[in-house]
């Protein structure tokens, strides 16, 4: 690549902030304090990341037993009313009381048709208007583009993939309506089709990692998967490396308990990468299965924090066991900004697959199209809802056939 | 990567230069190009639409014949339109006049409600009041934990279910509603923010839960909490909290990522309510009321320069930052202004990120798929080279160079045109800056120059270049002595 391109830029960018800088300050024409705040006392939770970086580990073997309070919390207001406090620890129960209902009330799970047909109304909706004139016009492409473009599919995905079905359309002499969808569906199955296997090493433990960005359901996926291993039979160890966000742990941890797993945690604001390296290896001792690693939330906008990832997959590495997945958990309703999200958590960790979370809901997901095509990484879980059964392997064949759904 | 609106048009509108008034096709094929801009920004295709129809009349009403920049002026009209669907009236908090005044938060899973509770909370603190929090998400686990401890924080008290209603075997949201607001009252705290748990907008049963939330509550203001990446299925989501709890506002979150943010257009399109705070980070002072047009910028990928400075201003040390501008107006700047800098710039997120931010870079320049592992082999060699030889690269001979090459794993002539490249650079810059301030003094066309001002019938247009303009990739290439020389083999992309 040009050298010189990468140094005028970086010049440029340098150029323009000194400058804008020294603008702000002749502007203001005087000296500008740091702006308010940053000298703050270091708070609960505050992230800070560690200044060694790149050179090897500091690993902290962290007591995997012992259950790690969090600092005491002191709330300096109108105290907590023993009302609250006894409220606090009844919710968790009451949480855990749920979780055991739902193992009762298990009543038969719609099938993976069924439950994304029911957010599929205004997809077929176009497909319908489509499918009620016979013959086949600019309009029937026209609203054939608008209902991909309304799945998040993107325009020139959109584009591409229609011109790649006006190629069938020619090619087979196809003139009716019904006959049209079926190309489309034909073409996007083809699309998406892949793996779906999670990877597992030739010897235990295997570890899959999670990332993503925040709030795309990383722990409750981890859950999901953690139950279906132990229905499976296999002995799986749940590493909290999600060392930022308050509550992340006991998060896990419920998750954990709900299906026998054990959970390795270390205090909140520790180094991620020590909690993980340290769950692999209590794996590898007990001779555990799966490790199902955790990590927190982050844009991928965030250098530091991708860097931060990328440490934990190094160190993870170079624990007692293989990383065979590293799956990036994508929210279904995300827009373009997805494929800038695969892109960057691929350059950090190399991600292997995607499981496409709260498809139950009414957003499609289009835009696992693009990762696949130009990122060629597979999606190979969906998450269908909140509860530990709501997981499935991604179907292809199914994934287009319910998007289609006419009900 | 994406392309600006700008650059869009920058084909239309050349081929139209000159033409005078815009017939119907050219306003149509302008209008195509503004729908692709705004679909790849996540708005929603109804949205697009609406928009398209209100820009086109304005931009058929134009006389673009007398203006010198046809396409700048229908950028602006898109622009205007933009901030004015975002904007209109800024949401005004009037307190109850019976305390508290109650605050509910409502949305999809994952979209930054009990985050921005807190957050929320702190700003309520700010503005003088005696907050108190409500945990009536019972759903997922810890959820009440997690605003507790974001609570401590701020010194705010958390409520959540009593122990009776807990012991029956129900946690129920809706009883931890009711208590919250006779618990507010006794403890005299003035503002009730309550917290719910994440919710499909499809999920009928949840959707009900949620009323009846609400109906307990009688809240104040109902804000809905949208992520700023959500794709096209952000109306159906809004429309359908909107017809169940009546929102008044809109809580757009995460817009510290590259999302361009087109689903806060759409939600304020359709559901006509505010925008009224904007989260931008995961620490709970990154909260403030909502810029319109910041964001009508950032969904055009026209470059936010406001947050860029921001940005800057943050990764940047001041004192630092304004000795190295110096030094490089001046010709003086070194490789270990060059390292620190770039220490610095790695803080604003990925290099990409940064430059469509900057307004007016360079097509060509943005375009190169600039890797950022590609500047850390940069800094490697930097890092190799000792402080003499970084302060003054003269000194670099072959064995120096040799040393720098195996210490960084590169190779003797990675290291050879990095210098090279360094050295005319920093003398283009130097020129440069002599250049502007000469331009700028004369105020007259140098013989030569591109992208020049224009002259009108009055005289030279005087242009408003910004201190901190960019050359065209043109003027850097011109400014580069001897392209055959050491560089060579290197050539710029067409």
Same mark, same amino acid.
């Given at each position: 690549m040009e050298l010189v391109i990468v140094i005028a830029t970086v010049v440029a960018i340098l150029a323009v902030a000194a400058g804008v800088l020294l603008v702000r300050r002749s502007d203001r024409g005087e000296v500008l304090e740091p702006p308010p705040?940053?000298?703050?006392?270091?708070?609960?939770?505050v992230r800070e990341t560690a200044a060694d970086e790149l050179d090897g580990p500091e690993i902290e073997v962290v007591d995997p037993i012992s259950v790690v309070l969090p600092p005491e919390i002191v709330i300096t207001g109108p105290e907590l009313t023993a009302e609250e406090e006894a409220a606090n620890i009844a919710a968790a129960e009451a949480a855990e009381l749920d979780g055991e209902l739902e193992a009762l009330l298990e009543q038969e799970r719609p099938s993976f048709r069924d439950r994304l047909s029911r957010a599929r109304s205004a997809f077929s909706g176009y497909v319908g208007s489509v499918l009620s004139r016979t013959g086949i016009d600019d309009e029937s492409w026209d609203e054939l583009?608008?209902?991909?473009?309304?799945?998040?599919?993107?325009?020139?995905?959109?584009?591409?993939?229609?011109?790649?079905?006006?190629?069938?359309?020619?090619? *087979?002499?196809?003139?009716?309506?019904?006959?049209?969808?079926?190309?489309?569906?034909?073409?996007?199955?083809?699309?998406?089709?892949?793996?779906?296997?999670?990877?597992?090493?030739?010897?235990?433990?295997?570890?899959?990692? %999670?990332?993503?960005?925040?709030?795309?359901?990383?722990?409750?996926?981890i859950g999901k998967v953690g139950?279906?291993?132990?229905?499976?039979?296999?002995?799986?160890?749940?590493?909290?490396?999600?060392? %930022? *966000?308050?509550?992340?742990?006991?998060?896990?941890?419920?998750?954990?308990? *709900?299906?026998?797993?054990?959970?390795?945690?270390?205090?909140?604001?520790?180094?991620?990468?020590?909690?993980? %390296?340290?769950?692999?290896?209590?794996?590898?001792?007990?001779?555990?299965?799966?490790?199902?690693?955790?990590?927190?939330?982050?844009?991928?906008?965030k250098t530091n924090l991708m860097e931060e990832l990328s440490k934990v997959r190094r160190v993870a590495d170079k624990g007692d066991g293989t990383v065979t997945e590293v799956l990036l958990v994508l929210d279904a309703t995300t827009g373009q900004n997805g494929l800038q999200q695969a892109r960057q958590f691929t350059e950090a960790t190399e991600v292997t697959g995607v499981v496409l979370t709260?498809?139950?809901?009414?957003?499609?997901?289009?835009?696992? %199209?693009?990762?696949?095509?130009?990122?060629?990484?597979?999606?190979?879980?969906?998450?269908?809802?909140?509860?530990?059964?709501?997981?499935v392997d991604f179907d292809a064949e199914q994934f287009v056939d319910a998007l289609f759904d006419q009900n | 990567m994406f392309e600006s609106l700008s650059d869009r048009f920058d084909g239309i509108f050349t081929r139209l230069r000159g033409k005078g008034r815009l017939s119907d096709a050219d306003v149509d094929e302008v209008l195509r190009e503004i729908r692709l801009a705004l679909l790849e920004a996540d708005v929603n295709l109804s949205v697009v639409k609406a928009l398209q129809a209100r820009i086109r009349e304005r931009a058929i009403g134009e006389d673009l014949s007398r203006s010198l920049n046809p396409a700048l002026q229908v950028k602006k009209i898109v622009l205007e339109e933009l901030t004015e669907t975002l904007g209109g009236e800024t949401l005004r908090i009037t307190y109850a006049s019976k305390p508290p005044t109650v605050v509910l938060m409502a949305g999809l899973q994952g979209s930054g409600k009990t985050t921005n509770s807190a957050k929320l909370a702190r700003w309520f603190k700010g503005q003088g009041r005696n907050p108190m929090?409500?945990?009536?998400?019972?759903?997922?686990?810890?959820? +009440?934990?997690?605003?507790?401890?974001?609570?401590?924080?701020?010194?705010?008290?958390?409520?959540?279910?009593?122990?009776?209603?807990?012991?029956?075997?129900?946690?129920?949201?809706?009883?931890?509603?009711?208590?919250? +607001?006779?618990?507010?009252?006794r403890l005299g705290r003035d503002v009730l923010i309550v917290d719910t748990a994440?919710?499909?907008?499809?999920?009928?049963?949840?959707?009900?839960?949620?009323?009846?939330?609400?109906?307990? +509550?009688?809240?104040?203001?109902?804000?809905?909490? +949208?992520?700023?990446?959500?794709?096209?299925?952000?109306?159906?989501?809004?429309?359908?909290?909107?017809?169940?709890?009546?929102?008044?506002?809109?809580?757009?979150? !995460?817009?510290?990522?590259?999302?361009?943010?087109?689903?806060?257009?759409?939600?304020?399109?359709?559901?006509?309510?505010?925008?009224?705070?904007?989260?931008?980070?995961? !620490?709970?002072?990154?909260?403030?009321?909502?810029?319109?047009?910041?964001?009508?910028?950032?969904?055009?990928?026209?470059?936010?320069?406001?947050?860029?400075?921001?940005?800057?201003?943050?990764?940047?040390?001041?004192?630092?930052?304004?000795?190295?501008?110096?030094?490089?107006?001046?010709?003086?700047?070194?490789?270990?202004?060059?390292?620190?800098?770039?220490?610095?710039?790695?803080?604003?997120?990925?290099l990409s990120g940064v430059m469509s931010m900057l307004p007016g870079v360079p097509k060509e320049v943005r375009d190169v798929e600039i890797d950022d592992r590609q500047i850390a082999r940069v800094e490697g060699i930097i890092k190799s080279m000792t402080m003499a030889e970084r302060v003054k690269p003269e000194i670099i001979d072959?064995?120096?160079?040799?040393?720098?090459?195996?210490?960084?794993?590169?190779?003797?002539?990675?290291?050879?045109?990095?210098?090279?490249?360094?050295?005319?650079?920093r003398q283009m810059m130097q020129q440069m800056g002599g250049n502007k301030l000469a331009k700028r003094k004369a105020k007259k066309s140098k013989k030569g120059r591109k992208g020049g001002g224009r002259v009108t019938p009055k005289g030279p247009v005087q242009l408003d270049k910004k201190a901190f303009a960019l050359p065209t990739l043109e003027e850097m290439e011109a400014q580069i002595p001897g392209r055959g020389g050491p560089g060579a083999g290197l050539g710029l992309p067409d």
């Open positions: 705040g940053t000298t703050r006392p270091r708070q609960v939770g583009e608008e209902a991909l473009i309304r799945a998040d599919v993107g325009m020139a995905p959109t584009q591409e993939l229609l011109d790649a079905v006006r190629a069938t359309v020619k090619e *087979r002499g196809i003139t009716t309506s019904v006959e049209l969808i079926e190309a489309v569906k034909d073409e996007m199955k083809a699309r998406l089709a892949g793996p779906v296997s999670l990877a597992r090493a030739d010897s235990p433990p295997s570890i899959w990692l %999670f990332v993503g960005v925040n709030g795309v359901g990383k722990t409750t996926t139950r279906r291993l132990t229905d499976a039979g296999d002995t799986v160890v749940m590493a909290a490396g999600d060392t %930022f *966000r308050a509550a992340a742990a006991e998060q896990l941890e419920t998750w954990a308990d *709900r299906c026998g797993a054990q959970l390795v945690r270390g205090t909140e604001g520790g180094d991620p990468s020590s909690v993980i %390296f340290d769950a692999i290896a209590s794996a590898a001792a007990k001779g555990a299965d799966v490790v199902l690693a955790d990590t927190a939330g982050r844009l991928h906008t709260k498809l139950d809901g009414s957003a499609k997901g289009g835009i696992v %199209f693009s990762i696949r095509s130009e990122l060629g990484i597979p999606v190979k879980l969906v998450g269908l809802g909140e509860g530990a059964e709501d997981l | 929090l409500v945990g009536a998400d019972l759903q997922r686990p810890a959820a +009440v934990q997690q605003l507790r401890t974001l609570a401590a924080q701020i010194d705010v008290p958390v409520y959540s279910a009593t122990d009776e209603v807990v012991a029956s075997g129900s946690g129920d949201p809706v009883d931890v509603a009711r208590g919250a +607001v006779a618990e507010a009252r994440g919710r499909l907008a499809i999920d009928a049963e949840l959707m009900d839960q949620v009323r009846q939330i609400s109906a307990e +509550v009688s809240p104040d203001y109902t804000f809905l909490v +949208v992520d700023a990446m959500t794709g096209q299925d952000a109306v159906g989501v809004a429309e359908s909290f909107h017809a169940t709890l009546e929102l008044d506002g809109v809580i757009l979150t !995460k817009l510290d990522g590259d999302a361009r943010g087109g689903a806060a257009l759409s939600v304020k399109e359709v559901v006509g309510r505010p925008i009224a705070f904007a989260s931008t980070g995961e !620490k709970l002072e990154d909260f403030d009321l909502f810029h319109p047009d910041r964001l009508a910028g950032r969904i055009l990928g026209e470059g936010d320069l406001a947050t860029l400075i921001e940005k800057a201003e943050e990764a940047f040390e001041q004192d630092q930052a304004e000795e190295a501008a110096a030094r490089l107006m001046g010709g003086t700047f070194t490789f270990e202004d060059f390292l620190d800098q770039m220490q610095a710039l790695k803080k604003m997120g990925p072959s064995s120096r160079r040799d040393r720098i090459a195996m210490g960084s794993g590169t190779s003797a002539t990675d290291v050879t045109q990095l210098v090279n490249q360094f050295k005319q650079m």
